[in-house]
């Protein structure tokens, strides 16, 4: 991988292959809006889930969880919330987190189900 942004959708696509293999249906991926973006929407019966994939070398300064600050969070409800008034969803949002790790054309998947919520921003 020679650049951020390939790395970044090899991440993103061994991600949509692991949630597949889990029974989730991927709805989208890199979605828009005023907010910001949502890297993966997908769901199950129960859930609409938005992922945010971060994907670095094993020899970065700094985890993939580190970027996922507070700032990062509030963009990425709002951006949620967005999707779900636009689409009219009606199932339980879950904010989900995976970190992909390269080394030497290996990988390494952290997925974090739940990692933060609506708790984290205000929306009115």
């Known amino acids: 991988m020679n650049n951020n942004k390939n790395i970044g959708n090899y991440g993103e696509n061994l991600v949509c292959n692991f949630l597949r293999k889990n029974n989730y249906e991927i709805l989208l991926t890199n979605y828009h809006s005023k907010y910001g973006e949502i ?9 609409i889930l938005f992922i945010e994939v971060k994907t670095r070398n094993n020899n970065s300064l700094y ?26 969803i009606s199932k339980q949002p879950r904010f989900d987190v995976a ?7 290996k990988y390494k998947l952290n997925y974090y189900k739940n990692y933060f919520g609506v708790g984290v921003c205000e929306l009115f």
């Open 99 to 105: 970190e992909v790790i390269m080394s030497n054309n």
């Open 63 to 88: 985890r993939g969880l580190e970027a996922v600050d507070i700032s990062k969070q509030h963009r990425i409800i709002k951006t949620a919330y967005n999707y779900i008034n636009e689409f009219d």
């Open 39 to 47: 890297d993966i929407i997908a769901e199950n019966i129960k859930y």
